[in-house]
DNA sequence: GTATGCTTTCGGC
DNA sequence: TTACGGCCGAAAGCATAC
């Protein structure tokens, strides 16, 4: 296969940011934008916050008591997310970068890869000029930042733009891929986290060096035949993994926390009404009906528990939905005997409902 | 034993 | 000193069929 020229696009600290562009006079401030419970107070946790923010030690998912905490003597502001307009600015920041991808990938709210082999004609200057150039778009279309990296495949390219940020570009040229890695922490890997990253440190491996260096068949017999491949392989700086468009979403869900913990069904079953119903107009109004549902519970000890079914058949009604729901509901709480904090509802295995153009139709059109 | 498909858990943002 | 969200995709775990 002929040499890939990737780029991955995150955009920095991206909630906070679209708070910065909102409202100018935050910048410069710590800025900390909370998930908040609903059971007053400060309980929540922290979404994401500035750098100004980070310098105190403040992290996503940490307790927003916490953040206060790191930050009391300093003046900081704590914002509500607001999720739609996060969404909104996304929306517009993935149509600059998909009009100048050959085959683009959304990977979440702030982040995307490109392949542009053909846009750069394989040339990684051309590839670096565009990465300007694309940053300039963005900025002046929505006033923000982004870190990009470029490279001979997605893993290298993700580790590129983690390099330098925020604001940064790094270029990683093919014959550069193994030396730039070379003495990273394991954990810097994509997919390397803390239980992979401890095992390794096990077998004496630390750095990707290290790994590089390993045989493949112990790392297969100890990670399994496709964790195993991938960390041989990326290690030493291949990676085949496609860029690929995603043009459909895999799965819709919602999940609360409870107004106080409770283990009492008929309480907790108001909750999943509630979530049921606004599950299923969002997930009607796009266009779906499903075959798979699960609930999710996490428990005051914060563990979570899932129950869910799949049917030959999809589901297509609220009240359908709110009956598989409960009955899942039901059979968890009777098999563990466990003090609910929050509730959720999954579905998934989506099906077009007839008639309904897809995302593919409409991006192709 | 292996392939497949479903359920549960994990981990990133 | 403690404190604790709401999503998503994918891996891991498990059961079943052959």
Excluded at 201 to 230: C, H, W
Excluded at 233 to 252: H, I, S, Y
Excluded at 335 to 344: F, L, Q, S
């Amino acid at each position: 296969m002929p040499e890939r020229v990737v780029m991955q696009v995150d955009l920095d600290y991206f909630y906070a940011q679209c708070e910065e562009v909102r409202n100018p006079s935050l910048r410069n401030k710590p800025v900390v934008v909370c998930i908040y419970s609903g059971r007053g107070g400060d309980s929540g946790a922290v979404s994401t916050s500035n750098y100004a923010a980070r310098r105190y030690g403040v992290r996503s998912g940490m307790p927003i008591a916490r953040a206060k905490q790191l930050l009391r003597n300093v003046e900081a502001v704590f914002l509500k997310a607001d999720l739609d307009y996060y969404d909104e600015v996304s929306r517009r920041v993935m149509n600059i970068l998909r009009k100048h991808a050959d085959i683009f990938e959304e990977v979440s709210v702030d982040e995307a890869y490109l392949d542009v082999t053909e846009k750069t004609k394989g040339d990684y200057e051309a590839a670096k000029e565009l990465a300007l150039k694309i940053k300039t778009e963005i900025m002046e279309a929505e006033n923000l930042t982004c870190s990009i990296g470029i490279g001979p495949n997605k893993v290298i390219a993700k580790m590129a733009s983690d390099y330098q940020k925020p604001n940064g570009v790094t270029l990683i040229r093919p014959d550069e891929a193994v030396g730039f890695i070379a003495e990273l922490s394991v954990d810097k890997l994509p997919g390397v986290g803390a239980k992979t990253k401890q095992i390794l440190e096990e077998m004496g491996v630390k750095t990707i060096r290290d790994l590089a260096k390993q045989d493949p068949q112990k790392l297969i017999s100890r990670f399994g035949l496709k964790l195993g491949n991938y960390l041989y392989n990326a290690a030493n700086g291949r990676n085949d993994e496609p860029v690929k468009e995603r043009l459909e979403p895999t799965q819709f869900s919602r999940i609360v926390t409870l107004k106080q913990d409770s283990q009492r069904i008929e309480e907790i079953e108001k909750y999943v009404d509630e979530i049921c119903r606004d599950l299923y107009s969002r997930v009607s109004s796009q266009g779906y009906v499903f075959k798979s549902v699960g609930v999710i519970t996490v428990s005051d000890s914060l563990s979570t528990c899932t129950r869910s079914a799949t049917y030959e058949h999809p589901l297509d009604s609220y009240e359908a939905l709110r009956s598989v729901s409960t009955a899942l509901l039901s059979r968890l709480l009777e098999e563990e005997k466990i003090k609910i904090r929050r509730v959720g509802v999954r579905v998934s295995d989506l099906v077009k409902k007839r008639g309904q153009r897809t995302l593919y139709d409409f991006l192709t059109s």
